[in-house]
């Protein structure tokens, strides 16, 4: 079992720059896909971005892609999103989320991940 836990959310103008972290514990996370998703307030929870176990190949969802990056860190137990030119529609609460499937490539759906962190606000001011 893996405990996660976001990092690095906060307040940012349009046009702007965050990276969230993800830390993980418990076991290590090369074991894992891993993924980002958001919420937004009254919104369904949506899939933003993928990682494979090596880091070596990446999703994005349309929403977000050219403007976030995703990448891990396997030796220090963490993913990372580094988020460029923050829209106000990219507001919402960030969770990472993690997949033990053996040879998994991981999912847009929530119902794939197994482990999920709490969470870390993102909120981005027109």
């Known amino acids: 079992q893996v405990q996660l836990v976001e990092s690095g959310g906060g307040l940012v103008q349009a046009g702007g720059s965050l990276r969230l972290s993800c830390a993980a514990s418990?076991?290590?996370?090369?074991?894992?896909?891993m993924a980002w998703f958001r919420q937004a307030p009254g919104k369904e929870r949506e899939y933003v971005a993928r990682?494979?176990?090596?880091?070596?190949?990446?999703y994005y969802s349309d929403s977000v892609k050219g403007r976030f990056t995703i990448s891990r860190d396997n030796a220090e137990n963490t993913v990372r999103l580094q988020m460029n030119s923050l829209k106000p529609e990219d507001t919402a609460v960030y969770y990472c989320?993690?997949?033990?499937?053996?040879?998994?490539?991981?999912?847009?759906?929530?119902?794939?991940?197994?482990?999920w962190g709490q969470g870390t606000q993102v909120t981005v001011a027109s």
């Open positions: 418990g076991r290590t996370l090369s074991s894992y896909v």
């Open positions: 990682i494979s176990r090596s880091g070596s190949i990446t």
């Open positions: 989320a993690a997949d033990q499937a053996p040879g998994s490539y991981g999912s847009t759906r929530l119902g794939a991940y197994d482990y």
